[in-house]
Structure formats: structure tokens, C-alpha cells
Nanobody, 128 residues
Framework: QVQLVESGGGSVQAGGSLRLSCVAS????????MGWFRQAPGKGREGVAT???????TYADSVKGRFTISQDNAKNTLYLQMNSLEPEDTAMYYC??????????????????????WGQGTQVTVSS
């Protein structure tokens, strides 16, 4: 089993920054696709960013240029650096993992159902 634990959420004013972390433990694998998703009240879970074992990253259009996904494989930790935060970024943020080589090749990393492992979420609130 794999456990994912997020941290780093909080309340900030518009224009501020936060860095989210997600630590993976248990039976992890070096080959992986990991992603950050978010869910605002009354809305579905949407993909924010993905990263695979090679370090290839992709982003939702709404966060390009403001958010950066990264990983420290030695620490089994995934990060999401969020800058220039907007009230529309307010949501519960989740990290997700699936153990495969790439976030592609018949795998759709923007669909939550593609991922088998999830954290409990960390709340991000951005005030105007």
C-alpha cells in the first residue's frame, strides 16, 4: 500500500504564494506519474499539474506561469509551488499517484479516475 500525505495549505491574500508538499510512504515505486488536483465547493475535481519519473511536467492552462510542480525522489516528496494566487484558486488540493513510467501512452492524467492513490487533501483559501 501507498500513503500520501499533503501539507502546506493555508489562507493567503491574492497575489501571495504557498508551497504544498506531498510525502509518499509505503510500497512506492521509482516509476510513477504524480499529479495535483483541486476541488472547489460544488465543483468537480480538476487536474492542476502532473509530473512523471523523468521529470516531464504538464499544467492546466489556468495555472501555467504561476504554479510549478516538482519532486524530490530521494525524499519521496512532491511539491506544488503556487505564486500569484487568485481567489479562483481557492480549493481543497490533493496529490495523486499512479505507478507507471510516464503520464502518457494511453494514460490520461487529467482524469481523477486514472490515479489509484490519493492523499487526504490540504485546504488553500485565497482572499481578495
Amino acid at each position: 500500500q501507498v500513503q500520501l500525505v499533503e501539507s502546506g495549505g493555508g489562507s493567503v491574500q491574492a497575489g501571495g504564494s504557498l508551497r504544498l508538499s506531498c510525502v509518499a510512504s509505503g510500497h512506492t515505486y521509482s516509476s510513477h506519474c504524480m499529479g495535483w488536483f483541486r476541488q472547489a465547493p460544488g465543483k468537480g475535481r480538476e487536474g492542476v499539474a502532473t509530473i512523471d519519473s523523468s521529470g516531464h511536467t504538464t499544467y492546466a492552462d489556468s495555472v501555467k506561469g504561476r504554479f510549478t510542480i516538482s519532486q524530490d525522489n530521494a525524499k519521496n516528496t512532491l511539491y506544488l509551488q503556487m505564486n500569484s494566487l487568485e481567489p479562483e484558486d481557492t480549493a481543497m488540493y490533493y496529490c495523486a499517484a499512479e505507478y507507471r513510467t510516464y503520464c502518457s501512452g494511453g494514460f490520461n492524467p487529467w482524469v481523477p479516475e486514472s490515479f489509484g492513490y490519493w492523499g487526504q487533501g490540504t485546504q488553500v483559501t485565497v482572499s481578495s
